[in-house]
């Protein structure tokens, strides 16, 4: 069992940067894939960027490629999203989810999910 528990939304103009946080229980962090995904209203909750358990190797949706990075630091048992750049589009509720066995973008093979945290950019 993982919990996960999001920190660091807000609201930033547009052009500003945040950098959001998923603080994870239990002693297998370095085992589990990590994802950040994003749902605004009405519509379906979409893949941000991942991190792969072993290795690292991070990928990202096209709309935030050159302007977010996933990182994760096992030590701590966190993964972080460092969002620059931000624009009007990038508001959303967004979460972190952890998965075993093969890194995806579907939501729905992620086994654990935070509660969330509110992202509003200004235009």
């Known amino acids: 069992q993982v919990q996960l528990v999001e920190s660091g939304g807000g609201l930033v103009q547009a052009g500003g940067s945040l950098r959001l946080s998923c603080a994870a229980s239990?002693?297998?962090?370095?085992?589990?894939?990590m994802g950040w995904f994003r749902q605004a209203p009405g519509k379906e909750r979409e893949f941000v960027a991942g991190?792969?358990?072993?290795?690292?190797?991070?990928f990202y949706a096209d709309s935030v490629k050159g302007r977010f990075t996933i990182s994760r630091d096992n030590a701590k048992n966190t993964v972080y999203l460092q969002m620059n750049s931000l624009k009007p589009e990038d508001t959303a509720v967004y979460y972190c989810?952890?998965?075993?066995?093969?890194?995806?973008?579907?939501?729905?093979?992620?086994?654990?999910w935070g509660q969330g945290t509110q992202v509003t950019v200004s235009s």
């Open positions: 989810a952890a998965k075993r066995g093969i890194a995806t973008t579907t939501a729905t093979a992620y086994d654990y």
């Open positions: 239990g002693r297998t962090f370095s085992s589990y894939h």
């Open positions: 991190i792969r358990c072993c290795g690292g190797t991070t």
